[in-house]
């Protein structure tokens, strides 16, 4: 079917419901954006794939209307593609039904960010985002469960809350999760989510137009206060000092407070010790990198959230094995696989997405997403970084406290927290070490990572080695 007949057809679809009624009541006028919606929609579904609609127009929203225009708001990849895509099938559709509504404008989506305060600064939530659709591993149930908690009793235990990892494990989505429940089952409580980074602008705004009471009058009233990315407040001493007080008023006044950031508390040295130290008040909880099956969980589920069905298991092992850090990268490879196979008219199998994901063009608008490294032990480990670093085996485990012994065997238990599934007490009895002494290594070593380090060159060196050999002889 030609583009063309598609159009003629969704005219048709739009003029068939309004005659019948069954979308739309006959009072409804063009101010109703949600009417429009669900009948501009409906006809989108008539003339489009299955597939296709469930992926690209069920995401939208209408968010209101301006003049002769019809605001849409949904995920900014969404509304980037139905834009270059669909956005004439769109319109055509629109103006069949409502003449008078000429344009249509996408806007980021909007949500519950704040009970009972809009003046707060608008932070975009992700409405995905929920404890019933977070899939739960060996790598993330303490986190889980500590923002559960916090979520069915806020204020009362595990305050604050520190959640910690590298970035696309869930942090994020864990907060966004415990905003809407607290702010679904306490309406009462003023709950606020936001970013360290929204939560500078906020109060650098408000210094310059209308001084700081009005933002510590709001900030310290709230009942539940989430900020994200926390490490972003280093460097800005005014942020920090305004942070600290915000932090303590509403400690002591029995307000839940909950934090998230790329690294454990003890490890921000660019924040203020008054910070640190209170950011290890209560409980801390680390997001670890994810395992094969909970990674081919989260796949099978975002399959069926993107696709309506359930996606072939040869397609999500595949990117399953494919990457193995970051689960956000899961996402954005299953979605480019998806969305490939909706354009040329295919179904999604093992050989798309080899293919998809598999591409090393520069050029190309499917890049490949990084390969699993080989799976080691924490024996493989500590002979790379023996062979590499020119040290005994012995030295990674003996009471020796020279510079380069030390280096060594803090490198050594880094690349097995970053590449092995044990937990902090494994690797701690592996170099015959207590927890702090695992902790206090790990840290040592990701402040040293900055790129063309010395540190940063030796860990490349290292697992070059590990994923050439897979083991060493």
Request: overall charge neutral.
């Amino acid at each position: 079917m030609s583009s063309e007949d598609r159009l003629r057809k969704s005219e048709d679809a739009t003029t068939r419901a309004l005659d019948s009624g069954s979308q739309i009541a006959p009072e409804t006028t063009s101010n109703d954006a949600s009417a429009i919606w669900k009948l501009v929609s409906g006809g989108l579904a008539e003339v489009l794939p299955a597939h296709i609609h469930k992926l690209w127009i069920e995401p939208l929203q209408p968010a209101g209307i301006q003049g002769s225009k019809l605001l849409l708001a949904g995920p900014e990849k969404v509304r980037s593609w139905v834009e270059r895509r669909y956005l004439d099938q769109l319109l055509r559709t629109l103006r069949a039904a409502f003449p008078e509504i000429t344009s249509v404008a996408f806007v980021k989506s909007s949500g519950p960010i704040t009970s009972n305060n809009g003046a707060a600064a608008a932070v975009e939530l992700n409405p995905d985002y929920s404890f019933e659709s977070f899939v739960i591993g060996p790598g993330n149930r303490l986190a889980h469960g500590a923002a559960l908690h916090v979520a069915e009793a806020p204020g009362e235990v595990l305050n604050p809350l520190f959640i910690y990892g590298p970035p696309g494990l869930g942090k994020t989505h864990l907060l966004v999760a415990m905003a809407r429940y607290i702010g679904a089952t306490r309406p009462a409580m003023r709950v606020h989510y936001t970013t360290a980074e929204a939560f500078t602008k906020e109060f650098v705004t408000a210094m310059r137009t209308q001084g700081g009471d009005a933002f510590q009058e709001r900030y310290r009233d709230y009942g539940a206060l989430l900020i994200d990315d926390v490490q972003f407040l280093a460097g800005k001493p005014k942020t920090e000092e305004e942070f600290f007080h915000t932090f303590n008023a509403l400690y002591e006044g029995g307000s839940q407070i909950v934090l998230s950031s790329d690294r454990e508390p003890t490890a921000h040295e660019g924040l203020a010790e008054r910070l640190r130290d209170r950011f290890a008040w209560g409980m801390t909880a680390e997001l670890e990198r994810p395992d094969l099956p909970t990674r081919l969980a989260v796949l099978k589920k975002l399959g069926r959230r993107i696709s309506g069905s359930d996606v072939d298991p040869e397609v999500l092992d595949e990117i399953a094995n494919r990457s193995d850090t970051n689960l956000r990268q899961l996402e954005g490879a299953l979605t480019r696989v998806t969305a490939f196979a909706s354009l040329i008219g295919r179904t999604p199998d093992r050989r798309l997405a080899v293919e998809v994901t598999g591409s090393t063009d520069p050029g190309s608008e499917l890049p490949a997403i990084r390969a699993s490294r080989r799976e080691v032990t924490i024996e493989q480990i500590k002979d790379a970084v023996c062979e590499c670093l020119h040290l005994r085996r012995a030295d990674l485990t003996s009471s020796r406290r020279t510079a380069e012994v030390v280096r060594g065997r803090h490198l050594a238990i880094y690349l097995a927290r970053q590449r092995t599934n044990h937990s902090l007490v494994e690797i701690a009895g592996a170099f015959k070490r207590d927890h702090s002494s695992v902790v206090h290594a790990v840290a040592s070593i990701k402040r040293k990572l900055e790129p063309g380090s010395e540190m940063s060159i030796a860990v490349e060196k290292v697992n070059q080695l590990l994923d050439r050999t897979g083991s060493i002889d």
